[in-house]
T-cell receptor, first 115, second 117 residues
Framework: AQKVTQAQTEISVVEKEDVTLDCVYE???????LFWYKQPPSGELVFLIR??????QNEISGRYSWNFQKSTSSFNFTITASQVVDSAVYFC????????????FGAGTRLTVKP | GAVVSQHPSRVICKSGTSVKIECRSL??????MFWYRQFPKQSLMLMAT?????????EQGVEKDKFLINHASLTLSTLTVTSAHPEDSSFYIC?????????????FGSGTRLTVV
């Protein structure tokens, strides 16, 4: 069975603070993909990153960085120097490599960045 | 990049009527499209998977006679909520997988907010 847990329901920070969104997953598959999506108030899902289970290198993209720790089944997402525009719901998701149909989403973390 | 257009973005309908939601892949062919439902402040729940030219596969607990899915072409899938009731009010969002990039392609539409009164 697959499961994605985002324990933080809501996080509130002040602009320019760094914030980390946690994601812990469970899977019996040896290969899988992990994703992060951003859902702003308008509702659309914005793709942020896809990580293959074979690739444990951390990734940085501007103010965004991701820490993939296979040993702890975690795929955490850090926003550095947060901005008001970062306010959104962020979803972590998991799918087996052999069957991309079966994408499971975490419950989401609502991030509010205050000016 | 890949774009998925979803219409309408918002719809209000009377109880007992049917509503059709369209999901189109604009610049790629989508062999597979997915329909999700999201209740307020909750996560996305997969409702069904539609494959072009074949019947949709519904997740457990989703009534296929109520949520009719048609995937008649490689660029269009429709979800029809039949005999809608207030409890069907929700945010429906589709996604499409790029046939040319099956490993990468999950592009989501902008969603449809359905309100049944």
């Amino acid at each position: 069975a697959q499961k994605v847990t985002q324990a933080q329901t809501e996080i509130s920070v002040v602009e320019k603070e760094d914030v980390t969104l946690d994601c812990v997953y469970e899977t019996r598959d040896t290969t899988y993909y992990l994703f992060w999506y951003k859902q702003p108030p308008s509702g659309e899902l914005v793709f942020l990153i896809r990580r293959n289970s074979f690739d444990e290198q951390n990734e940085i993209s501007g103010r965004y960085s991701w820490n993939f720790q296979k040993s702890t089944s975690s795929f955490n997402f850090t926003i550095t120097a947060s901005q008001v525009v970062d306010s959104a719901v962020y979803f972590c998701a998991l799918s087996p490599s052999y069957n991309n149909n079966d994408m499971r989403f975490g419950a989401g973390t609502r991030l509010t960045v205050k000016p | 990049g890949a774009v998925v257009s979803q219409h309408p973005s918002r719809v209000i309908c009377k109880s007992g009527t049917s509503v059709k939601i369209e999901c189109r892949s604009l610049d790629f062919q989508a062999t597979t499209m997915f329909w999700y439902r999201q209740f307020p402040k909750q996560s996305l729940m997969l409702m069904a998977t539609s494959n072009e030219g074949s019947k949709a596969t519904y997740e457990q607990g989703v009534e296929k006679d109520k949520f009719l899915i048609n995937h008649a072409s490689l660029t269009l899938s429709t979800l029809t909520v039949t005999s809608a009731h207030p409890e069907d009010s929700s945010f429906y969002i589709c996604s499409a997988r790029d046939r040319g990039r099956p490993v990468y392609g999950y592009t989501f539409g902008s969603g449809t907010r359905l309100t049944v009164v």
